[in-house]
């Protein structure tokens, strides 16, 4: 009796991001399936169309065998199990601002394209690259950053603060008056802070700090 040898008539390589486990897949013209962690020799490591990898951090190859009526294909098939490198953002930079207005940031990424969102998770993109101005806000806000290379993005997301403090005002101020040349006393109460006294309306320099 001679028998048809069997062999690998298709495979489907598969990649993933970071370590893990990858779903690899193979037909076999008759027979079944063998997967092998060697091109030649060793134990298989499962049989069926299906073969899903150990935990791999690299990119590894592994190896189909169409066998059927005790005969084996006369070469085994390399399926490659990917594994891509998940960027990370590797610098933030946040911003200030004194009453509202937009804000200035800025992140730093290992590699990819950088994207800003207004959440932690979820939601979409509101500006890519590594420097993002944000819409008028008038109170603290915090952005999120990541970063996108070959399909991989960074996880979780990198909070950046955007924040915005309170202008202050003069809330009230009593002038003074005396008959005669001679030194007179002024004084203003500030909402917050402190008071700076001036010369002119706006420029110059500090005279006197305080009430």
Known sequence: TVNALPAITGSTPNSRCGTGAVSLGASASSGIVKWYAT?????????????????????????????????????????????????????TSGGSRCGAGTVSLSATASAGTISWFANASGGTALGTGNAFTTPSISSNTTYYVSTEAN????SPRTAVAASVTATPTVSSTSPSSSCGAGSKTISATPSSGIIKWYETASGGTVIASGN
């Open 151 to 154: 399909g991989c993005a960074s």
């Open 39 to 91: 091109l030649n020799g060793g134990t298989s490591l499962g049989t069926g169309t299906s073969f899903t990898s150990p935990s791999i951090a690299t990119t590894t190859s592994y190896y189909a065998e169409a066998y059927d009526n005790n005969c084996a294909s006369t070469s085994r098939t390399a399926v490659v199990a990917t594994v891509k490198a998940i960027p990370g953002i590797s610098g």
